[in-house]
């Protein structure tokens, strides 16, 4: 990454004033210049007014004039004056706060001309300033959120580039993705400036957690806008770092969540042990009348303490929900910047050697495996020379965990739950599956990991790495079974069964025709042979092939998949063919 720039001076380049031959009339009121009517130049425009639309004055120490109040008309004031405040350290933090809060309600009114004078007159000039040099929360927050409204706009986005906020971004994000929630301190080293790294400890507290999760979700939100409009440059995504730390967004897990729930359980200790020995001592009491209003109090204070400890577990929950919010949107982001062909080379040599899709492929956030999926599918449509890379290591089983979560229409016996447990484990690298928590599965991350694994199959080296998963043919097929109303799946469905059978030797596999194993399979990375991972695809394919659902093009790749399968008997597959056909009709 680049490294940030650590003066502290905040300067703004004059703007060059008009001419007074060139104005008759003031541009706000359009009054008449005259002996009587005087022109006056406002300091922040650089424009001509009149007196009484340039009556107002405010320091502009940004553009050289130091401290003292200069002329401003109406026009400029409210920007003047905010952002004034906004960079003035010298009156503590608590100015600063309030010209940048300023800021945000004048950008949360969404008038044209006010965010026209933001843009034009140092506003976000300001916000990128104060996320570089800023040690506050409060004001990387407040900044944050401005930032992330604007990235809302088409036409601030290139400015947002060209003004050269994402490094700060950058840096905001690996600073407080790499906090020690416990001590306050950095967990490894950054790049951040000085003063960030030599920010004072404070008392971590959920609320103060739950800030530092909404400022990496601003930034997130921000890289998701501009990935989305496609404006990021290769420079902007490999060099500066935007697609590593989406990456290490999409995965981000601080596990605040599981801190909370021990803080919880550990004060629910602490309150049973209490109420014991308070009941013991109301035991030992000899008046009843002590006795009934010690009991009275403690039946209160256990109200009080149960709603303290419903506010911790609803505030992990919300502090969860966050953490899933910032792992969806880096997931987003990543998509939208592999869906142009132009960065895919870059994406692919980014993760060459690498879990990080695989990782992401089995996150237990829906959201995370649909996209990464999707990405998956961008990148696989085109780059055959790249698929065998791009599928390496552990993303073909990840990959195929997407659909063999789904529910089993063909299990009807019990070896048969048993053996796909096995195959769970497998998919997902674990041995303590539960499938509560990847449920229920997206149906569009079905449809973009069928729609990847259709585009992997036209490449002989990944199809074979594929066809050698566990069952995989049984998964396949069992898709449109769980999805039955969804045409796109069935349609990338039938594009994988026809692609697959392109190669003569995975027919035999497909029709579920005995192979002897030679015990030398290399791929078959789960101790099972060939005969067990063959599956009898006929019965699927006439199944969509029947159904009212089917479109004309998932007919066409249903008729190409039995055309590819033809060569272990022409006259059955015919035959076949015209059923279908007879039956559709």
């Given amino acids: 990454m680049q490294q940030l720039d650590d003066r502290q001076t905040f300067l703004l380049p004059r703007p060059v004033w008009v001419n007074d031959i060139d104005v008759t009339h003031c541009i706000s009121c359009n009054a008449a210049f005259g002996p009587l009517r005087r022109r006056h130049h406002c300091r922040h425009c650089g424009n001509i007014f009149c007196h009484e639309c340039s009556s107002k004055s405010v320091p502009l120490p940004q553009l050289g004039y130091g401290s003292k109040p200069v002329r401003v008309c109406k026009g400029c004031f409210e920007v003047a004056y905010l952002v004034t405040y906004a960079i003035d350290d010298d009156h503590g933090l608590s100015t600063q706060i ?26 976000i000039d300001a916000l990128i300033w104060l996320c570089r040099s800023s040690t506050s929360v409060q004001i990387h927050h407040l900044t944050t959120t401005i930032l992330a409204i604007l990235a809302e706009k088409e036409s601030i986005r290139p400015v947002i580039i060209t003004k050269w906020a994402l490094p700060p971004l950058l840096h905001l994000i690996e600073f407080y993705v790499y906090y020690d929630t416990n001590t306050r301190k950095k967990k490894k080293s950054s790049s951040l400036s000085t003063v960030q790294q030599q920010q004072p400890a404070e008392e971590i507290t959920p609320a103060s957690q739950e800030i530092i999760l909404e400022i990496i979700i601003n930034c997130t939100h921000v890289f998701y806008q501009l990935s989305r409009a496609g404006i990021l440059s290769q420079s902007n995504i490999i060099d500066d770092g935007v697609l590593y730390t989406l990456l290490t967004l999409a995965a981000y897990d601080p596990a605040v969540e599981r801190q909370l729930q021990e803080q919880i359980v550990e004060n629910g200790s602490i309150e049973d042990n209490e109420q014991q020995q308070q009941q013991q001592e109301e035991d ?43 792992q969806s949107l880096a997931a987003k982001a990543v998509s939208a910047i592999s869906a142009s062909v132009s960065n895919q080379p870059s994406v692919i040599e980014l993760i060459r050697g690498t879990d990080k899709f695989a990782y992401l492929l089995r996150s237990t956030n829906g959201e995370v495996r649909k996209y ?65 928590q990847y449920n229920p599965m997206n149906p569009s991350a079905v449809s973009h990991a069928c729609c990847a694994l259709a585009n992997f199959a036209t490449n002989n080296e990944s199809q074979s790495n594929l066809i050698s998963q566990p069952h995989l043919l049984k998964y396949i097929c069992n898709v449109p079974a769980a999805l039955p109303s969804h045409n796109e799946v069935q349609r990338h469905v039938a ?3 026809a692609n697959f059978a392109l190669y003569g030797e995975n027919n035999a596999v497909m029709l579920n025709y005995s192979i002897p194993s030679n015990g030398n399979d290399s791929n078959n990375k789960n101790g099972s042979s060939n005969t067990r991972h063959s599956y009898n695809v006929l019965p699927t394919l006439l199944a969509m092939g029947q159904s009212a659902n089917a479109t004309p093009d998932i007919q066409r790749h249903i008729v190409r998949a039995i055309d590819n399968l033809s060569s272990q008997g022409k006259i059955f597959f015919f035959l076949l063919k015209l059923y279908i056909f007879k039956r559709k009709r």
């Avoid at 940048?100 to 933001?118: A, M």
């Avoid at 009348?289 to 911790?312: F, H, K, R, V, Y």
């Avoid at 999926?373 to 790249?386: E, F, G, Q, W």
């Avoid at 089983?397 to 659909?403: D, G, Q």
């Fill in 284 to 326: 030992g009491q000899e008046e009843t009348t002590t006795t009934n209003e010690q009991q009275n109090e403690n039946g209160n204070n256990q109200e009080t303490e149960e709603d303290e400890e419903i506010t911790a577990e609803e505030i992990a929950e919300q502090l969860k929900d966050r953490i899933r919010i910032i």
């Fill in 98 to 123: 309030h010209g940048t809060r300023g800021l945000l309600e004048l950008i949360e009114k969404d008038d044209e001309h006010d965010l026209q004078n933001v843009v034009m007159y140092g506003g």
């Fill in 372 to 436: 990464m999926a999707k990405t998956i599918a961008y990148l696989s449509l085109r780059n055959d020379k790249y698929k065998p890379a791009l599928l390496g290591g552990d993303v073909a089983r990840a990959l195929v965990s997407i659909i063999a979560l789904l529910p089993q229409y063909h299990e009807v016996q019990e070896k048969d739950k048993k053996q796909r447990k096995q195959d769970l484990s497998y998919f997902l690298s674990r041995n303590d599956v539960d499938e509560d």
């Fill in 495 to 497: 594009r994988c069964l």
